[in-house]
């Protein structure tokens, strides 16, 4: 199995997940879907992971490029991420507070990042990532709760 554009994405997340176990892969996601779009790279820790796959496989090295999009999806609700090209992304998510711990455990991925790969020392930009389960979640928590933003 290579890692090309005509790889499956369901086949190759299934066996990525298989091979590192589900909370590492959820692990994964969750570093992939917070931070990583923005670094535009991924963590050591998973350049490894990668790594160890692609060995297990018989593959070449498996970078950043080759396997973002494969695995654009939500950690929590295993839907593919979709693109909100009018939002803005934001890198920064500010003090801990009772949005932030609701979010964390139950819309992780209303922002998985840009669209295009952020920049060094940049905060915002135009479109993002996200999932729609997580989005519909945040919904309902602000109208439970009454908060209108952040």
């Known amino acids: 199995m290579g890692?090309?554009?005509?790889?499956?994405?369901?086949e190759f997340r299934h066996a990525f997940a298989r091979f590192v176990g589900p909370d590492k892969y959820r692990k994964f996601?969750?570093?992939?879907n917070g931070e990583g779009r923005w670094r535009a790279r991924l963590l050591y820790w998973q350049e490894?992971?990668?790594?160890?796959?692609?060995?297990?496989t018989g593959n070449e090295m498996v970078t950043f490029e080759q396997v973002e999009s494969l695995l654009?999806?939500?950690e929590m609700h295993h839907l593919?991420?979709?693109r909100d090209p009018e939002a803005l992304s934001s890198r920064c998510r500010g003090a801990v507070t009772d949005y932030t711990r609701a979010q964390a455990e139950h819309f992780p991925n209303t922002d998985c990042g840009?669209?295009?790969?952020?920049?060094?020392?940049?905060n915002y930009r135009s479109g993002r990532w996200y999932?729609?389960?997580?989005?519909a979640s945040e919904s309902e928590w602000r109208r439970r709760?009454?908060?209108g933003s952040d």
């Open 3 to 10: 890692w090309r554009q005509s790889v499956d994405l369901v």
């Open 29 to 32: 996601l969750r570093a992939l």
């Open 48 to 56: 490894e992971m990668l790594s160890r796959f692609a060995a297990s």
């Open 72 to 74: 654009r999806v939500c």
């Open 80 to 82: 593919e991420l979709e």
């Open 114 to 122: 840009p669209l295009e790969m952020g920049r060094r020392r940049e």
């Open 131 to 135: 999932c729609p389960t997580c989005r």
């Open 145 to 147: 709760t009454g908060s």
